[in-house]
């Protein structure tokens, strides 16, 4: 069992719909959870963290985190062509774990 | 500087040549992480620098790779001689802090090597 795990995908959805983005993981003891973006040939860059049960919403995404359930995922509302990346969630409690990330393909 | 650099952008060199990678962290990270990328796969966890500690090398995947940082500053990872499944981008990230809450990390750009 991977130590967090992604559909692959990918993901496609129309403009302006909600893209969910789902990760889960086999950490209990995880504290932290991260999505970062990466677009094709770029870097990852971080999009949000939450540390605690809940949603976290931030613009146009909202990041949700259900410890019980090992699950954490990330809400896009409005999704644009822009958003268009591959999605990397990571899970960190000593060290810190990516899954393989899932690749969302917004269409116009 | 404003963020994580790494130099060279590319690197292209032939078989059983080695190879010199260097990672310029944020400012006042203490925490620095290496990672490889091959095409199409997700982040290859390599080494990870916390200050002054002892640096975590259980991602290496051979002896050939190894990496050194000096205090909390640059690093460096060495690939002795390379082979074509060496071949990815290799990924340093920073972070304010080291293992535990709030340990975000930002990337730098990467560079892509390449071994004919």
């Known amino acids: 069992q991977k130590e967090v795990e992604q559909n692959s995908g990918p993901l496609s959805v129309p403009e302006g719909a909600i893209a969910s983005l789902n990760c889960t993981y086999s950490?209990?003891?995880?504290?932290?959870f991260f999505w970062y973006r990466q677009y094709s040939g770029k870097s990852p860059e971080l999009i949000m963290s939450i540390y605690s049960n809940g949603d976290k919403e931030d613009g146009r995404f909202t990041a949700q985190l259900n410890k019980a359930s090992q699950y954490v995922s990330l809400l896009i509302r409005d999704s644009q062509p822009s958003d268009s990346a591959t999605y990397l969630c990571a899970v960190a409690n000593n060290d810190m774990r990516f899954g393989a990330g899932t690749r969302l393909t917004v269409k116009p | 500087g404003a963020g994580v650099s790494q130099s060279p952008s590319n690197k292209v060199t032939e078989k059983g040549k080695d190879v010199e990678l260097r990672c310029d962290p944020i400012s006042g990270h203490t925490a620095l992480y290496w990672y490889r990328q091959r095409l199409g796969q997700g982040l290859e966890f390599l080494i990870y620098f916390q200050g002054n500690s002892a640096p975590d090398k259980s991602g290496l995947p051979s002896d050939r790779f190894s990496a050194e940082r000096t205090g909390e500053s640059v690093s460096t990872l060495t690939i002795q001689r390379t082979q074509q499944e060496d071949s990815a981008v290799y990924l340093c990230?920073?972070?304010?802090?080291?293992?535990?809450?709030?340990?975000?990390?930002?990337f730098g750009p990467g560079t892509r090597l390449t071994v004919l």
């Open positions: 950490d209990r003891g995880s504290q932290s």
């Open positions: 990230a920073s972070s304010p802090r080291g293992t535990g809450t709030y340990n975000e990390q930002f």
